[in-house]
């Protein structure tokens, strides 16, 4: 089965850094997206970077942008989340999502594998 483990998280000052990391197993090849999430108590999931494995440039949510990047290293399997000048609005449990998806991708990215997510908490 194809399994998602986050790392990485902790707890960090503001204005520090952090990197996440996605380790993928379970599949061969590679996936079609590969995306960063986070979710705070009481809030809802909102999107915090999207990778499209294919090749193009990473996107953003506003808030993180200049701020956070998400990379891959394809030979293993591995995706991350660097967290740069980090503020306690960043305060949340981080998912990592893969589309893996068979057959033709027509472009959109629906994820369907979740991790089970890392905690990262900003200090002031």
């Known amino acids: 089965q194809v399994r998602l483990v986050e790392s990485g998280g902790g707890s960090v000052q503001a204005g520090g850094s952090l990197r996440l990391s996605c380790a993928a197993s379970g599949y061969t090849g590679s996936s079609n997206c590969m995306g960063w999430f986070r979710q705070a108590p009481g809030k809802e999931r909102e999107g915090v970077a999207t990778?499209?494995?294919?090749?193009?440039?990473?996107i953003y949510a506003d808030s993180m942008k200049g701020r956070f990047t998400i990379s891959q290293d394809n030979a293993k399997k591995t995706v991350y989340l660097q967290m740069n000048s980090v503020k306690p609005e960043d305060t949340a449990m981080y998912y990592c999502?893969?589309?893996?998806?068979?057959?033709?991708?027509?472009?959109?990215?629906?994820?369907?594998?979740w991790g089970q997510g890392t905690q990262v908490t900003v200090s002031s």
């Open positions: 990778l499209y494995t294919g090749g193009g440039n990473p």
């Open positions: 999502a893969a589309d893996n998806r068979l057959g033709l991708w027509v472009g959109v990215c629906e994820y369907n594998y």
